[in-house]
């Protein structure tokens, strides 16, 4: 296996809203292929975060490197050359309302790639198919059911074959099996093109189907509290509250129910027995 | 069953209360009321170091109560805490907030300005199309109601100025009255008022959504500038139909003068238009049409910017629309004001 390479990297981030603290001392690194697991309970600040990563906010302290280059120290042109490169799935799905799904799509190729618009057409149809929306080109984002829209996003994020992709929840809302037929694409989507893939996600079979590495943000401590393979930190970790979030709050149980088991069976035959 | 005060009463009266227990063998029926005034006086209890069995319960209240007191109730520091402001605190509060909503409007400005640069220098995208609806929505589909409301205008400007000019004889200027009234002044401002409920509103509700559903933030890290690719053409629209639908407006209130100097007045249908003819100067009809593509710029600045600057939820949106359609009212009679102080001035 060769080196992993560092893509993101970020130093020392705390994020805040006025004198509110969402997240602070947030240190990882993203390398590149990874498929990186942004988790944590809900309202802990993990979409925050994606903001913060995609430039919609300024750190309040911090870096953030994108191949060791510094994302809020450039100027604006600076941000977009690093912006072009990547694609931002959104929780809402956040289509424009008043493009049909072709056009939210050939919108993105007609302006980055300078292509007439019927290619753009052409190539937006092969990206709706990807998703599984093929025949739904002329569609308005208002017509759809909220997994299509979810899908639909995707899709629009990947319209310009970007280098890190960020997908805030890309299951949520999703049947199993959508679901399920999403981590393949993500899984399918890092195999052919190489892309940096950034999940936020909660849906557990999904983090332990996809993720390679992947950062904790706890919400009582404001702060990350571990990173690593997902798979690893269940098997190792041995923090309470990753672990609960991680086996959906049994993993504890059932090992205190293991070591209380003795002395509770011990307990049961001294009732049979006196 | 007795109210929670009198229950608390007797707990406080009691002598030394130990232990507190339920005899529920006559309830054939409860309700969640009946589960949370059980929650309150175990919390009273609790306060007392008094002891509580449930065992006398109904068994499905008490796992209802088993579960509401299974997480601790959340005590957030300051967030029950009332602080009466001083005048000071409410004064400077006050303050603040303008100077920031004042820095709000004058960045915005600005970005428009800039926009506008990019623009010029062929450097700023929006699609053709966009600006078409816009002008589609904002222009044609206005026309029912400018027309109605500026013929009412002509009609109530005709009536109110014959009340004084029948007096002297001289129903003849009502024609004059009504158009440079029109021309000069109202039929911008009508038009003004119109579009600002209407166009404003719609820019500023419509921003909002695409605000509150992500789909600015969508459009930011697609590298696609919201103020050119949304406001850009809005503002462009809405100064170029502006002028044109207050050109219409005149018409309208003067026909409106009109109906009511031929029909009310008998003034001859010929005498009334060579009347209004002489009345009305190039430098009149200008003024007005001046002052609409300044309204024109106001209204869509105004729903622009508050729709940019929309907060995240349904309300923020209705707020949005509300703060839009004032600010572009008062707006609009300001610089009407201003116009006509200019005019003055400059002896026009």
Known sequence: MKEPEAHIVVEDLTMAFGTNIV????????????????????????????RHLVGLH??????????????????EEERQRVLRHVGVMYQ????????????????????YMGVDTEKAREVASLKLALVGLAGFEDYYPSEISGGMKKRASIARAMALDPDILFL??????????????????????????????????????????????????????KTMTASGDPKVLRATCENDTIQNFLTRGEGRVKQRAERNGVAACLDQRAKVGG | MPGIHEVQGEIERGPSLRKLGFDSKNLDFWDSGFVSFLIRV???????????????????????????????????????????????????????????????????????ATAFLRLFGGKARFKGSDFLLVVQESGAGALPIVSLISLLVGLILAFVGSIQLRMFGAQIYIADLVAIAMAR????????????????????????TMQVNEEIDALKTAGIPPMEFLVLP?????????????????????LGGMIVGVGGFGIGLVEYFNETRKALTLANIWIGLFSSLIFGVLIAVAGCLRGMRCGRSASAVGDTTTSAVVTSIVSIIIATALITIGCDVLGI
């Open chain 1, 23 to 50: 997240q602070q001392n947030l240190t990882f690194t993203i390398n590149r292929g990874d498929i990186f697991i942004i988790m944590g309970g809900s309202g802990c600040g993990k979409s925050t975060l994606m």
């Open chain 1, 58 to 75: 300024r750190p309040c302290k911090g870096r953030v490197l994108y191949d060791g280059i510094s994302f809020w120290d450039g100027d």
């Open chain 1, 92 to 111: 809402s799905g956040a289509l424009w309302s008043s493009m049909t799904l072709a056009e939210n799509i050939g919108l993105l190729l007609e302006e």
């Open chain 1, 168 to 221: 805030d929840e890309p299951s949520g809302g999703l049947d199993p099996i959508s679901g399920r037929m999403l981590d393949d694409l993500i899984l399918e989507l890092r195999a052919t093109l190489g892309t940096t893939i950034v999940v936020i996600t909660h849906e557990l079979a999904s983090i332990f189907a996809i993720g390679t590495n992947s950062v904790f943000l706890d919400t009582d401590t």
């Open chain 2, 42 to 112: 175990i919390r009273i209890c609790g306060e007392r170091d008094i002891e509580v069995t449930g065992e006398g319960l109904p068994e499905g209240a008490q796992r209802l109560i088993g579960l509401a007191l299974a997480v601790p109730e959340r005590r957030e520091p300051g967030k029950d805490e009332k602080i009466t402001p001083s005048l000071v605190l409410v004064t400077g509060g006050r303050v603040m907030k303008i100077w920031a909503s004042l820095m709000e409007t004058l960045t915005f400005v600005g970005e428009t």
């Open chain 2, 185 to 208: 002044a109202m039929g911008a401002i009508m038009t003004g008022i119109i579009m600002a409920g209407r166009t404003g509103a719609a820019f500023a509700a419509r921003i909002g």
């Open chain 2, 234 to 254: 809005r503002i462009l629209a809405l100064a170029l139909m502006m002028p044109l639908l207050t050109l219409y407006a005149d018409l309208m209130g003067i």
